[in-house]
């Protein structure tokens, strides 16, 4: 218990500090390095939660793809890493004040609410329904099934940011020579076969 | 798989989307696209006013009189906003084919959104919604303002998403429980978690429907994004989050609405205050509309807080006034067109009364009504809110939407006295629009009519209220 609870620590620790270091580290390259970090320790708290598939899933996903593809982005734009002091300086009272406010408002919270949960039922034991399960098993079995509007919907999300990202990137450029080969090779009605003369030679 | 069958103008509506992206890619002929979206959008309202009543999916997506008839009036709303891309789809910029396509989503998602009885399909509902809006909001590529429209939208539709799973977050792990019914059975009324939970939902709810203190992005994106788009913004997705909020209150926490009267009460002055202030100082019809929708949903949301049947009766009226009202003032912006050129500022229409009679006969009443002097439709939309909050000891509400609404008489007035009384300009040829002026005389009729004929709206808000009370 003390151990699980100290790794729980460790990981929450450095995800919070990596992701203050995403928002105020000058070069954005190691902003998406520490984004990366942050997305690493969340995964071992899914596995402290017996999550493991999840813990998983949020690797391949979000550190393989996601963060990858940041990565690209970041370094194939040109950003200029210098932001001024000043203008960090306007808004950090505004911003400190907004914060204060909330984490007294977490605290309030924290300390008005008894933390002992045990008494709503699926919270003292989540899994009661998947005994002797993976968690893989069990995912597959409510996500093709009690899931399945979700997923779907998820799927039409997904087809809707694809639409959107190539309606407002493509544009169709006019005088662009394209391969087409079918036509580069057809020859029909674009050459003549003539019977030359021998001696007589053809007008071109 | 019987479930899906329940689904079916939602499958019918997706199915027709990617048919129509397929077809979109051969046929270049963007009208043809459109108009076989508002059929399918019309044969969808014949197939939801026909759904059997229904909880399917474990309960999380809930068919019911209610959800019908918020159902109906987005998809009134996509339709207007479809008629209103075709006549200026070439002078904004905006001819894609994928344009009836993503309103088509975006209405999916609205669907999804009135329908949602979970934490789950609330939330997906409302990102399928949200992403298809960032897109239209941004599409006229050519426009620094269309961009930036989008941009800003995006990154506050964000934030407030991120509000919301926060706030879903506190609420799950509080009750345990992601639908909305076994929220209300599971939770521990000592815990201020939960409250925490509710009061960022709302705020994130609020966003989507901006509602002071999260309006700021309304008059940017709404003057930013091509009028069409502006259109629809102010129709249905305002109708989906309202439907949305009143059932995630009503549904999870309707015993407990002591602690969340205050959160709207507070919303909805700020908001009836603010737009009637703000909105005077305008000088784009499009901003000037966006604060317009932005006090309207203060005014509506004073049926949300009585939290009784006539509130939630007067809320229903209010919003299909709303929407007829939006639906005559987006095709009269629109019809503000010369020589393939669009006006905006509400300069550009002084002395349209000597060139456009009739019309402008239409606008002055439809200005009136949006003021809410009687004895047009709009004077009875808050006429029923107001009775609705007296009734429930909320005087006070009444009180401030009422000196709200006298405010806001300044800036709808203004728009007749320019329009009549300064000096003359040329002739809009926009008014010879056929799409157009199908919605603009439809609309005004039927904001003339309503007092003459009040039972059908009535009797439908009668109707949907039955799910709740």
Same mark, same amino acid.
């Given at each position: ?95 400190? @004040? ?16 008894? @933390? ?27 996500? *093709? ?60 | ?65 209610f959800?019908?008839?918020f ?39 609205m669907?999804?959104m009135v329908?949602s009885?979970? @934490?789950?399909?609330m939330?997906?509902g409302l ?25 800003? *939208? ?6 407030s998403?991120?509000?919301l799973?926060?706030g ?12 909305f ?17 509710i009061?960022?939902v709302s705020a994130g709810l609020a966003f989507k429907i901006s509602a002071?203190?999260f ?22 997705p305002k109708v989906a989050a309202m439907g949305l909020l009143v059932r995630f209150l009503l549904n999870s926490f309707g ?5 969340w009267q205050?959160i709207i009460?507070?919303i909805s ?28 949903i203060?005014?509506a949301l004073?049926g949300v807080a009585?939290v009784?049947?006539?509130?939630l009766?007067?809320l229903?009226?209010?919003l ?55 004895? @047009? ?75 003459? *004929? ?14 709740f009370?």
């Open positions: 218990m003390t151990i699980s609870l100290l790794t729980f620590y460790l990981f929450s620790a450095v995800i919070l500090l990596s992701s203050l270091m995403v928002i105020s580290a000058k070069n954005p390259v190691h902003s998406v390095l520490f984004l990366i970090l942050s997305f690493l320790n969340a995964a071992g708290i899914f596995v402290i939660l017996h999550a493991e598939f999840l813990a998983m899933i949020l690797i391949i996903v979000y550190v393989g793809a996601v963060a990858v593809l940041f990565l690209f982005v970041v370094m194939m734009l040109d950003i200029k890493s210098s932001i001024s002091k000043e203008n960090i300086l306007q808004y950090m009272p505004i911003g400190l @004040l907004v914060g204060l406010v909330f984490i007294a408002e977490l605290v309030i919270v924290l300390i008005n609410t008894k @933390l002992d949960l045990t008494s709503i039922q699926i919270l003292s034991n989540p899994m009661s329904n998947f005994v002797g399960q993976s968690n893989t098993e069990a995912i597959g079995s409510v996500l *093709y099934t009690n899931y399945i509007l979700y997923f779907q919907l998820s799927g039409i999300i997904l087809l809707v940011a694809m639409i959107g990202s190539i309606v407002l990137t493509l544009r169709e450029r006019e005088g662009v020579k394209r391969q087409i080969i079918s036509e580069q090779l057809d020859r029909r009605g674009k050459i003549d076969l003539v019977d030359v003369k021998s001696g007589e030679g053809i007008d071109v | 798989m019987e479930n899906f069958l329940y689904l079916l103008p939602e499958v019918f509506l997706f199915v027709v989307a990617t048919i129509l992206l397929i077809l979109g890619l051969f046929i270049k002929n963007i009208r043809l696209i459109n108009n076989l979206s508002i059929i399918s959008l019309l044969i969808g309202l014949i197939l939801i006013i026909n759904q059997p009543y229904q909880s399917i999916f474990d309960n999380s997506y809930v068919i019911d009189e959800s019908t008839v159902k109906s009036m987005i998809l009134i709303g996509s339709i207007a906003s479809l008629m209103m891309f075709i006549s200026s789809k070439e002078d904004l910029h905006i001819d894609f084919y994928e344009f009836p396509i993503l309103i088509i989503f975006a209405t999916l998602g669907m999804v329908s009885n979970d @934490l789950l399909s939330f997906i990102e399928l919604q949200s992403l298809s809006l960032y897109v239209l909001a941004a599409l006229n590529r050519n426009s620094l303002l269309s961009s930036e429209a989008g941009i800003k *939208y995006f990154i506050l539709g964000a934030l998403s991120g509000l799973l926060f879903i977050s506190y609420i799950y792990g509080f009750s345990g429980n992601t639908n019914n076994l929220i209300a059975v599971n939770y521990d009324t000592e815990s201020l978690g939960l409250l925490l939970g009061v960022f002071v203190p309006h700021m992005w309304t008059p940017d994106v709404y003057q930013g994004a091509p009028t069409p788009i502006t259109g629809f913004f102010a129709l249905a015993e407990i609405y002591l602690d205050q009460f507070f002055i700020a908001s009836m205050a603010f737009a009637a202030f703000a909105a005077i100082a305008q000088k784009n019809i499009k901003r000037l509309m966006a604060y317009s929708s932005i006090g309207h203060g005014f004073i009585c009784s049947s006539e509130g009766r007067s229903v009226i209010y299909m006034i709303y929407l007829i009202m939006n639906i005559a003032a987006f095709s009269f912006i629109l019809s503000l067109k010369r020589n393939d050129a669009y006006f905006e500022n509400i300069s550009d229409m002084s002395g349209m009364y000597k060139n456009h009679p009739f019309s402008t006969i239409l606008i002055a009443l439809l200005m009136f009504s949006l003021a809410g002097i009687p004895p @047009l439709a709009g004077f009875f939309g808050k006429f029923y809110i107001f009775v609705a909050a007296i009734e429930s000891n909320m005087t006070f509400l009444a009180v401030i939407g009422i000196i709200a609404s006298v405010i806001s008489a300044f800036y709808y007035l203004r728009i007749v006295k320019i329009i009549y009384f300064d000096e003359p300009k040329d002739e809009f040829d926009g008014f010879s629009i056929r799409s157009l002026n199908i919605l603009f005389y439809t609309s005004s009729f039927l904001i003339i009519a309503f007092f003459i *004929y009040p039972v059908p709206v009535l009797s439908v808000a009668e109707y949907a209220v039955r799910s009370f």
